[in-house]
């Protein structure tokens, strides 16, 4: 499909073993943007090949990236009256398109610093299935880039994580010892008008494909090669709505990237990386990466109303930092509420009680948490130990819900996270 190799579903109705296999799109979960379909078992007509290349053609953007680069160079030539952005089409325009964009809205005199903050001169792409645009907080953006400083990283491999991506490009240009380089790789094209082709990769993380082809991918094989001592770590923030299981598989494939640019090999190390995620994907995440752990540090965004730091009153965020880095290492700030746990060797929130029994600091949503000795484990604070169904659960719950089954396998007694089928598949 235009955004490259489709994922191979399994389709399962409940109470049924097999379900039969289909491809379609790796990123768009809504049939609306990206309407691929083929049975794993269908004959596809040459003829109907041809069309769906036709039709890839004609859904790639209407610049190259090379293109966009040539009129980045001569957009920043124009005098400031004469640098125009249209909102409509999210385009740098140059005098000659005036015309064409005449009954569009348009942003006057962008400037400098403009340009180098595109994530806020574009629109953020909210639609929840695809693009689930969600920006870093300020804090957060510069709390992760001091972090990845201090431990003394000097390369970030930036996947889907724009805003990061910005400021360490803009204090790159604007601050002289500063050594920190980053690429870009996203989905969203928009940015290939701000970044040359060695700052930004158009890429799909569900199924690890690269748009430019072969000149891209060596641009990253590239800049994962670290020479004189550049240390690189990932930072992903992928869409929460994502399946793990596809990200996982690119972001292993990324890993091979990076190990495969050292000759002697690097024994048994990882690319180091910080996962961006909700935290009730750790059990997801830990399933793929074994060796990752979840930090307490609470991400925060911009343009999400309930993902916002909680001493403002709001909801807190539920999003998390998952990295294979030793958790100590991990400093968080003191003044934001975090402390040390010597026990645990990890920061974590103020609100996180060791737990005596469990031997570890337990609470995941910076609430504090209480162990239930019948369920050996701590639980939520608002749970309560039900004896009809065995574990703990809210007071109000209807005990042994029927048709709670499985998501996947429509079978009783796990979750969709936990579905034994998953793991064949
Ligand atoms: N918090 C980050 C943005 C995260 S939002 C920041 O502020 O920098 C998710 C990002 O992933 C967006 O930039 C979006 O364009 C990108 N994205 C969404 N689907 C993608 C895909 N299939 N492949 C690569 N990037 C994708
Ligand atoms: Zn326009
Ligand atoms: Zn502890
Ligand atoms: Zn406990
Ligand atoms: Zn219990």
């Not at 709505?241 to 090999?265: C, D, N």
């Not at 060796?291 to 403002?312: E, I, R």
């Amino acid at each position: 499909c235009p955004l490259g190799p489709a994922l191979l579903f399994v389709k399962t109705s409940q109470g049924r073993e097999e379900g039969r296999r289909f491809y379609a799109c790796s990123a768009c979960r809504d049939r609306k943007d990206c309407n691929f379909f083929q049975w794993e078992d269908e004959k596809v007509s040459e003829a109907r090949l041809a069309a769906r290349e036709e039709y890839n053609r004609n859904h790639q953007p209407s610049f190259t990236h090379r293109q966009n680069v040539e009129r980045y160079k001569n957009f920043v030539l124009l005098p400031l009256s004469k640098r125009r952005f249209c909102q409509e089409c999210q385009q740098l325009l140059l005098p000659v398109e005036w015309e064409k964009h005449s009954d569009h809205q348009f942003l006057c005199d962008v400037s400098s610093a403009q340009l180098k903050s595109p994530s806020q001169l574009l629109y953020p792409l909210e639609n929840k299935k695809t693009n689930a645009q969600y920006l870093f907080a300020d804090r957060s953006c510069q709390f992760l880039l001091n972090l990845i400083i201090d431990l003394g990283f000097r390369r970030v491999l930036s996947v889907g994580t724009p805003r990061l991506h910005e400021m360490i490009q803009s204090k790159a240009s604007l601050e002289e010892d500063f050594r920190v380089r980053s690429l870009l790789l996203d989905i969203d094209f928009r940015y290939s008008q701000f970044y040359t082709e060695d700052e930004f990769c158009h890429y799909n993380m569900f199924n690890h494909y690269f748009f430019g082809g072969e000149a891209a991918h060596e641009t990253c094989r590239k800049f994962l090669n670290q020479d004189n001592d550049e240390r690189v770590i990932m930072v992903t923030d992928p869409p929460f709505g994502g399946l793990v299981e596809a990200l996982a598989s690119s972001f292993k494939k990324l890993m091979a990237m990076w190990k495969e640019t050292e000759k002697e090999g690097r024994n048994n190390q990882e690319m180091p990386m910080f996962w961006i995620f909700p935290y009730f994907f750790e059990s997801r995440i830990l399933e793929f990466f074994p060796s990752f752990s979840m930090m307490d540090y609470q991400v925060d965004y911009d343009n999400h109303a309930l993902y916002k730091h909680g001493k403002t009153g709001r909801r807190q965020s539920p999003v998390r930092i998952f990295t294979n880095l030793t958790p100590s290492m991990i400093v968080l700030p003191v003044e934001e509420g975090y402390r040390f746990c010597a026990v645990c060797q990890r920061y974590v929130s103020s609100g996180n009680q060791h737990c005596e029994i469990c031997n570890s600091c337990t609470s995941k949503d910076g609430r504090r948490w209480k162990h239930c000795a019948l369920c050996k484990k701590c639980v939520k604070p608002s749970w309560f130990h039900c004896s009809n169904c065995n574990c703990c659960a809210l007071q109000n719950h209807t005990c042994e819900k029927t048709g709670a089954g499985c998501y996947v396998c429509g079978k009783a007694g796990h979750k969709r996270s936990t579905c034994p089928s998953l793991s064949s598949a």
